[in-house]
């Protein structure tokens, strides 16, 4: 079974802070894929990154950057300078092959982005 | 803009009653949806996955007579809490898989049940 963990419930910034999500994944599967989402207070969720298993590669899009290590499995998702509108809640999600039917998410992370 | 179309986004209902929840794909047609239910604070739980022209697929644990779920177009499933108690307040989201070149999943903005 998978399992997708993310030990922040809730962290707090200042503005222009970087802040770090964490995420950490458990599967036996070596085909996986990695994703974030945004669930902002309006409810729907916003895509932001798929990575695969096999795509170690850091990505940085903006002011968001992912590192993936498959070492640690984590797949942690970093904020530069944030902003006010970058409060939400995060989550990360695990999901077998490429299916998104069987995504596993975990509980999610909620940002508080202050003046 | 938005290209899943959630309604209602709120409703409040009597214990006993049935609600119905729409998900519409805007301008693209999509075979498989998928129905969330999240609890404050808590992950999304897949309730289950809704294929047009079939049958439901339901994970384990959900009623399948409780949360009717019909897709009956490309482009609506339904999702109908059937005799509603207060247990099934929660907040509901679902999602469209969209198959172009590349596979793409959008969610609704969801909706909260509050049973009285």
């Known amino acids: 079974a998978q399992k997708v963990t993310q030990a922040q419930t809730e962290i707090s910034v200042v503005e222009k802070e970087d802040v770090t999500l964490d995420c950490v994944y458990e599967t036996r599967d070596t085909t996986y894929y990695l994703f974030w989402y945004k669930q902002p207070p309006s409810g729907e969720l916003v895509f932001l990154i798929r990575r695969n298993s096999f795509d170690e590669q850091n990505e940085i899009s903006g002011r968001y950057s992912w590192n993936f290590q498959k070492s640690t499995s984590s797949f942690n998702f970093t904020i530069t300078a944030s902003q006010v509108v970058d409060s939400a809640v995060y989550f990360c999600a695990l999901s077998l092959n490429s299916g998104y039917s069987t995504l596993t998410f975990g509980k999610g992370t909620m940002l508080l982005v202050s003046p | 803009g938005a290209v899943v179309s959630q309604h209602p986004s709120r409703v409040i209902c009597k214990s006993g009653t049935s609600v119905k929840i729409e998900c519409r794909s805007l301008d693209f047609q999509a075979t498989t949806m998928f129905w969330y239910r999240q609890f404050p604070k808590q992950s999304l739980m897949l309730m289950a996955t809704?294929?047009?022209?079939?049958?439901?697929?339901?994970e384990q644990g959900v009623e399948k007579d409780k949360f009717l779920i019909n897709h009956a177009s490309l482009t609506l499933s339904t999702l109908t809490v059937t005799s509603a108690h207060p247990e099934d307040s929660s907040f509901y989201i679902c999602?469209?898989?969209?198959?172009?070149?590349?596979?793409?999943?959008?969610f609704g903005s969801g909706t909260q049940l509050s049973v009285l």
């Open positions: 809704s294929n047009e022209g079939s049958k439901a697929t339901y």
């Open positions: 999602s469209a898989r969209q198959l172009l070149w590349e596979e793409k999943l959008f």
